[in-house]
């Protein structure tokens, strides 16, 4: 059974790069066909998709965030990366990574609250 | 835009939950998820596809729709099953998900 593990910096400051990056474990990131995604939940809020990656390196962004987002993959450690640039207190959320077959997410990392201080 | 109502359910244990999802535009091939979300924890897949149960789901969920209204009926309430339910629309990049129906007692 597949498990995701999200790891990196709890608080970040205004301005600054957040980066996370997602473990995988119990099955190849390079099974084909899966999307490697992050998605993050504001505070008592909803979910937000933020993009994916497959194995191959092709990516797919949400626009809203597009041009502040970089998503990687590494295949020999088995991991995938999110770079968020110039950060906001806006940006202060739960960042979720997922595993996404046909666009639906069937396995998830437990989440990770990132701080953005002002 | 996904639009859930109501936004918070209250029931009893026992008995049924009916959830609603309206997309301001039809969804691609009905390609609609459902996740259900308790507190502190990650969501989880428990509709695919409009109306496939997610591995592990119990029969009391269900899903029904096409087109730009789709419903999550739980038959029986069990005591597990208070929580946040969220769709998600996976058709037409950007995937977005509705803001959520809870089901409280």
């Known amino acids: 059974q597949v498990q995701l593990q999200e790891s990196g910096p709890r608080l970040v400051k205004s301005s600054q790069t957040l980066s996370l990056t997602c473990t995988v474990s119990?099955?190849?990131?390079?099974?084909?066909?899966?999307?490697w995604s992050w998605i993050r939940q504001h505070p008592t809020k909803g979910l937000e998709w933020i993009g994916y990656?497959?194995?191959?390196?092709?990516?797919n962004y949400n626009p809203s965030l597009k041009s502040r987002i970089t998503i990687s993959v590494d295949t020999s450690k088995n991991q995938f990366s999110l770079n968020v640039n110039s950060v906001t207190v806006a940006d202060t959320a739960v960042y979720y990574c997922?595993?996404?077959?046909?666009?639906?997410?069937?396995?998830w990392g437990q989440g990770t609250l990132v701080t953005v201080s002002s | 835009v996904l639009t859930q109502s109501p936004g918070t359910l209250s029931l009893s244990p026992g008995e049924r939950a009916t959830l609603s999802c309206r997309a301001s535009?039809?969804?691609?091939?009905?390609?609609l998820a459902w996740y259900q979300q308790r507190p502190g924890q990650a969501p989880r897949l428990v509709i695919y596809g409009a109306s496939s149960r997610a591995t592990g789901i119990p029969v009391r969920f269900g899903g029904r729709g096409s087109g730009t209204d789709f419903t999550l009926t739980i038959s029986r309430l069990e005591p597990e099953d208070f929580a946040v339910y969220f769709c998600q629309q996976y058709g037409t990049s950007p995937w977005t998900f509705g803001q959520g129906t809870k089901v409280e007692i």
């Open positions: 535009q039809t969804v691609s091939n009905n390609y």
């Open positions: 997922a595993r996404g077959w046909w666009g639906y997410y069937d396995a």
């Open positions: 119990g099955g190849s990131i390079s099974s084909g066909g899966y999307y």
């Open positions: 990656i497959f194995y191959s390196g092709s990516s």
